[in-house]
């Protein structure tokens, strides 16, 4: 078992950081180095159904619950909050479960 380093996670920027002032960010966690890929993965995914779901921002006739792009975005979404929970503090775990997408 590694040893966990502190990341400052910025799912708004969808970006981490190991150090604070790099920029900003949302979450500070503890987390053992291995579980980082998991987040690069995440972040990844989120980025690629994003820019798919571009061209489809260009059809109003298609609303966006119906679209599978954005449920894609979403799910990912989840996932990254399910982990800032894993790896936070009792406040951020806290926040976390006043959000709609915890359940």
Request: charged share 25%; glycine share 2%; net charge negative.
């Amino acid at each position: 078992m590694n040893k966990p380093i502190t990341l400052y996670v910025s799912i708004a920027n969808q970006r981490y950081y190991t150090s604070p002032d790099e920029s900003p960010w949302e979450f500070k966690l503890q987390i053992e180095p291995q579980y980082i890929k998991v987040f690069d993965q995440l972040f990844n995914q989120a980025e690629y159904f994003d820019g798919k779901s571009i061209w489809r921002a260009q059809l109003p006739y298609i609303p966006y619950h119906l679209d599978q792009e954005n449920d894609e975005v979403d799910l990912r979404l989840k996932k990254l909050y399910a982990l800032v929970h894993e790896f936070g503090d009792t406040e951020t775990k806290q926040l976390i479960e006043q959000m709609p997408y915890y359940s």
